[in-house]
């Protein structure tokens, strides 16, 4: 059976903490909807109903194209050990890209990520707990340092032609919202 919270209380906040991945789905009002899952030390709990989420260089840019034109945003997060649980924040989000106004405050609550791409500044309005009977056990071996070694390898400027080549539209052909650093390097 479902629960639904109007905050993140303290036992969903310690939950939250402990998972080593999430999952986040946006939609505009045509075309695909997006899923996507997440790792490494990139999510942030700021407060009862605020979240944030750093999200690197990837090889489509759907969530940005969607929160443009839909700022409707769910996070999930999965028990893959322990008591089976699902835990969903739903809410609506606002990005914030290099060269905004509080980009460096915003990333500066994450690790260093080459490839950065955009912190998506999450205004959680209701918080569902389901079982997750469903959710197979897994055992967490590590983060992959992929993301890390792909980025250092292309450098700045090849980060930069990456985001324009593979970025600046969506899947649908939404634009991509690059920042303008991106697009004039």
């Not at 959680?124 to 983060?143: A, I, N």
């Amino acid at each position: 059976m479902a629960t639904f919270y109007d905050s993140i209380e303290p036992k969903l906040w310690q939950f939250i903490e402990r998972q080593q991945m999430f999952f986040v789905a946006t939609a505009a009002a045509d075309g695909r909807v997006n899923v996507s899952p997440k790792g490494l030390d990139t999510f942030r709990i700021l407060g009862p109903n605020r979240v944030a989420w750093l999200n690197g260089t990837g090889s489509g840019n759907e969530t940005a194209a969607h929160t443009a034109l839909n700022p409707r945003i769910t996070v999930m997060f999965c028990a893959f050990e322990g008591k089976p649980w699902i835990l969903r924040l739903f809410g609506t989000t606002r990005m914030v890209q290099p060269g905004d106004a509080d980009w460096d405050e915003l990333v500066g609550l994450f690790p260093p990520l080459l490839g950065a791409r955009q912190v998506y500044d999450i205004r959680v309005e209701e918080v569902q707990t389901s079982c997750g009977f469903g959710v197979p056990l897994f055992d967490f071996v590590g983060q992959r340092d992929l993301m890390h070694s792909w980025a250092d390898r292309r450098g700045a400027e090849g980060l930069a032609r990456y985001q324009r080549d593979k970025n600046a539209r969506s899947i649908d052909g939404f634009d991509g919202h690059l920042p303008a650093s991106v697009l004039e390097a």
